[in-house]
């Protein structure tokens, strides 16, 4: 899932500080905390008697063309026959999210028109600031017994416990993809990386997007003594530490990286563009699955295969939320329930439907589930998800991505 700039992120943020500025609590607040009571009292049968009916209003980003159909081709007509739910999408992702949801807040409206969002990470950290999420919730939904919440890439989010407050939906490991015609032995180490991107230059590229900076922080993990230097809470001498290696390893590179780095693409459309056509030799992606799919679509030549590096690369959650002002909660509560159903977890783990990873134990499945999700045809093109496990590293404190899209464009793009 794509993100935000910092600018835009930091915008966000100056709302914050005017929300926090305003104490008390309105009526509108006092009436939804007492919905959320009530919600909260009822068992399932009751949540489901009332979520039948009901319109549920999904923000999410759009820009996949096999996503979309997963959910207007299976979710949205799933949830129409099951439980009598109409599923409506809205695009929008990060900024977009917090920004609507603050919006409400301050005209103090009583019914968002938002139910529920897609999101993780740093959107996560704002709306838990601002106090816009309804939760815990995940203890309600019937199918979350088999979610793997042992699994601390899938209970954390960002370095923050998601205690209830989203329920996990999918599992993704950044992945490098590159052209196997013209690259014979992919780079491992950040020393063989570098040594390719001098020996092949204008093939060679990062995004400043979501993804991009996904990689940088994989990079600066690995500059780390240990990984574990940079987990647990933001920490500003860290960072300088670690981040003044990072830059100084990119601006060693940056002259041999396309355009001769100096341009960097904004989204990740056009990188995969230029992989597809030759002029790049590498793209990447947050879902280390995405060549396949890539390739199903016939974006990506059959050429194309994804790999991660030894160093390690950053393997997260995303997730999904509800609104503290959604009218619709029972519905919302449903819908997710269905989403981390083994059924529709299934769907999408197929490689040709979308190949996102799950968040289930499959161990903790029926028999009949368990069969399932074992057999489901293998990656042609991408790393098996046993064979890169061991290169996982986990995401990093909110404020780590927010900095490093300021200080990539103050010391590197634009130094």
Known sequence: MKRSSFLQILFSFSFIILLAACGGKSSSEKTQNNQDTDISKLNWSQIEAKAKGQTVNLMMWMGDPFINAYIKKYVQPQVKEKYGINLNVISGQGKEIV????????????????????????????????????????????????????NKFINTDFQQPVEGMECPWGNVQLALIYNSEK??????????????????????????????????????????????????????????????????????????????????????????????????????????????????QGTFPDWARAYVLKSGTIQNSHYMSITKNSPNKAAAMQVINFMISPEAQYEKFKPEVWGDGTILAIDKLPKEWQDKFNNVPSRKYAPKRSEIQQYALMELAPEYMIRLYEDFRKEVINN
């Open 183 to 296: 690259v014979k032995n992919p780079p491992m180490t950040l020393a063989e990386l570098e040594k390719f991107v001098k020996d092949n230059p204008g093939k060679f590229t990062i995004g400043t997007e979501f993804t991009g900076i996904t990689l940088l922080k994989s990079l600066m993990i690995a500059m780390a003594d240990k990984p574990e230097d940079l987990y647990g809470k933001f920490d500003q001498a860290k960072y300088e530490k670690y981040s003044k290696k990072l830059w100084e390893y990119l601006n060693r590179i940056k002259p041999y990286f396309w355009k001769e780095g100096k341009t960097f693409p904004s989204t990740l459309a056009p990188m995969h563009q230029m992989f597809a056509n030759g002029e790049l030799f590498f793209t990447m992606s947050n879902n280390d699955c995405e060549v396949d799919n890539k390739i199903a």
């Open 99 to 150: 920004s609507a949801l603050m919006a409400e807040l301050e005209a103090g409206k009583k019914n968002s028109e938002v139910d529920m969002m897609w999101m993780n990470g740093e959107t996560f950290f704002q709306l838990k600031q601002i106090k816009a999420l309804y939760g815990p919730f995940t203890d309600k939904l019937p199918n979350a017994k088999y979610i793997n919440f042992d």
